[in-house]
């Protein structure tokens, strides 16, 4: 486990594969009383995700494990994702009002700044430096001992 500060969340595995496994998360009880319940992604009833299987660990389905994600990761992606469209949509903007167009001309270069913005992401989505890899943080169960007869 690394030391840097992780997002990190508990599930059950619902799934194994040779080497892949599906940990399904529930929503948490604090959601319901929580003043951002309608606008977080953590409020819907059940989510899953598919992560590598590691090496020499035992899991069986039921198992509770904990996922994170490096807290720099998530906070760049999150940046990414509202700024780079942002960006788009205004500079498209200031461009369409220093060359003096109507104001229908500048919207509609304003909102195809936003959509060049958004294939910009996608482009950048696809980079190493911005892809979300979470990472089981337990350990799981040690391998079955063999039997030994005496």
Excluded: W
């Amino acid at each position: 486990m690394s030391a840097e500060p992780m997002i990190a969340r508990s599930g059950r595995i619902v799934r194994l594969d040779a080497d892949r496994l599906t940990v399904r998360f529930e929503r948490q009880s604090a959601c319901a009383g929580c003043r951002a319940a309608k606008a977080c992604a953590g409020n819907t009833p059940s989510s899953e995700i598919e992560l590598d299987r590691p090496p020499g660990l035992h899991y069986r389905i039921g198992d509770e494990v904990r996922v994170g994600l490096a807290e720099h990761n998530a906070l760049r992606a999150t940046l990414a994702a509202y700024l780079i469209p942002l960006a788009g949509f205004v500079l498209a903007m200031l461009l369409g009002a220093a060359l003096g167009l109507p104001d229908a001309a500048v919207l509609a270069a304003s909102l195809g700044g936003l959509g060049g913005g958004l294939l910009a992401l996608r482009r950048l989505a696809r980079r190493p430096g911005l892809q979300l890899q979470p990472m089981l943080l337990d350990t799981g169960n040690p391998p079955f001992p063999e039997e030994i007869h005496p």
